[in-house]
């Protein structure tokens, strides 16, 4: 069983919290780098 899988089972099916607009921000920004950088290594395998 994986990390992720530990992850899951332990926490709460209603388990949320609150970002801030920057906090909000940061992370879309930083998920959205993160999808570019893969794109570009499935196109541009080394």
């Known amino acids: 069983m994986s ?3 530990l992850q899951i089972i332990q ?3 209603d388990f949320m919290f ?3 607009e920057n906090e909000h921000n940061l992370l879309k ?4 780098s ?3 950088t893969s794109n ?3 196109q541009n395998p080394s």
Not at 29 to 32: E, H
């Open 3 to 5: 990390a992720t899988d």
């Open 11 to 13: 926490t709460p099916p």
């Open 18 to 20: 609150e970002l801030s």
């Open 29 to 32: 920004d930083s998920l959205r």
């Open 34 to 36: 993160q999808f570019v």
């Open 40 to 42: 570009e290594l499935k």
